[in-house]
C-alpha cells in the first residue's frame, strides 16, 4: 500500500455525501491515513483511475439506467466488488440460479401473468430499496394486473413471489459478510402492507435492530455464499436477506453483493474489520 492510498466511496447524486452510516465509514478510512472521498458514479468530472480502490457505496439511483451504470461499472480500473459480480447481481434472474432462493416466477414482455393464491409479491428484476414493489392478495387482481403492466410497458422484468407473512412478525433476517467472512446481522421489520400503492422513492425506509441469526439461517447464508460463480473472498461485502416460509425454513429474498446498506453501527467492531479489509486490498 502507498503511503497515502486513494479510495472513493461511490454515491448517487441525491446522497453527494453518502447515506446512512457510510460517513463513518470515510471517517474511519481518513483516520487509518486514506485519501478517502465520496464521488458520484455519474460525475463526468471524476477521474476514476486516480484511485486505488473504488468501493460501491449508495448509488441507488442505478436501476433505472442499469446499461450505464455497469459501462461505468466496466470502466472502472479497481471496483470492488467487481464490476462482473455487479452485472451478475443487479438483474435479480440470479434467484433462479440458487438452491434456497424464495420460489420465484419471471415475467417478460409479452408474458401472461396469472395470480397465484394466497399473498404474492410483485416488483422489477432490477430495482433497489424496495422502490416499484407492492404485496397484493385475493381480490386485488386489478391492481396487480395493472402493475405488471407497467412494468412489462416499461420493457422490464417482472417477478411474481409468495408473501412470506412470518416477515410480519418476525421480521427479515439480514446476514452481512466481509470478505467472505461473517461480520453481524441485523433484523428489518415488515415493509409491504397491505393495500400500498408501490413506492416510487428511491428507496423505502427500514425499522433496523440487531439480531443473531439462528443456526439454520446461518447454514443457509453460507451455503448461498459457497454456491457463487466466484470464490467469496474475492467479495468485499455481501448481504445475504433472509425470510422464513410457512414451514419454518430461511428462504432467500436477495443476495446484496452490489450497493447494500451494511448496518455498520449494529455489528461491534464491524467498521474496523471493513476498513481493514479496504486497506488490504487498496
Aim: contains cysteine.
Amino acid at each position: 500500500m502507498s503511503a497515502r492510498a486513494r479510495v472513493a466511496l461511490a454515491t448517487c447524486a441525491e446522497f453527494p455525501q453518502l447515506a446512512e452510516d457510510d460517513p463513518l465509514l470515510l471517517q474511519a478510512l481518513r483516520a487509518r491515513g486514506i485519501d478517502a472521498r465520496p464521488a458520484v458514479w455519474d460525475d463526468q468530472a471524476v477521474d476514476w483511475a486516480a484511485f486505488d480502490l473504488v468501493v460501491i457505496r449508495s448509488t441507488w439511483d442505478y436501476s433505472p439506467r442499469r446499461d450505464k451504470f455497469l459501462t461505468w461499472a466496466h470502466s472502472v480500473p479497481r471496483l470492488l466488488n467487481a464490476a462482473e459480480v455487479v452485472a451478475w447481481n443487479t438483474d435479480k434472474r440470479y434467484l433462479g440460479t440458487l438452491r434456497h432462493a424464495v420460489p420465484t416466477v419471471f415475467l417478460e414482455p409479452g408474458s401472461e401473468f396469472i395470480p397465484p393464491e394466497g399473498e404474492y409479491v410483485i416488483k422489477p428484476a432490477v430495482s433497489a430499496g424496495s422502490r416499484h414493489t407492492a404485496r397484493y392478495g385475493p381480490g386485488e387482481t386489478q391492481a396487480a394486473l395493472e402493475h405488471v403492466r407497467s412494468l412489462l410497458l416499461e420493457r422490464r422484468t417482472v417477478m411474481v413471489q409468495p408473501y412470506l407473512a412470518d416477515v410480519d412478525s418476525r421480521g427479515e433476517t439480514a446476514l452481512i459478510y466481509f470478505a467472505g467472512a461473517y461480520s453481524h446481522a441485523i433484523r428489518k421489520g415488515q415493509l409491504l402492507h397491505p393495500g400500498v400503492a408501490p413506492s416510487e422513492r428511491i428507496y423505502v425506509e427500514e425499522n433496523i435492530s440487531a439480531r443473531t441469526p439462528g443456526p439454520a439461517e446461518r447454514e443457509v447464508a453460507e451455503e448461498t455464499l459457497d454456491a457463487l460463480p466466484w470464490p467469496r473472498t474475492e467479495l468485499l461485502y455481501a448481504r445475504v436477506d433472509l425470510i422464513h416460509d410457512p414451514d419454518g425454513i430461511p428462504k432467500l429474498v436477495e443476495l446484496e453483493l452490489t450497493e447494500p446498506s451494511l448496518f455498520l453501527s449494529f455489528g461491534e467492531d464491524a467498521i474496523e474489520r471493513l476498513v481493514g479489509e479496504i486497506i488490504t486490498r487498496a
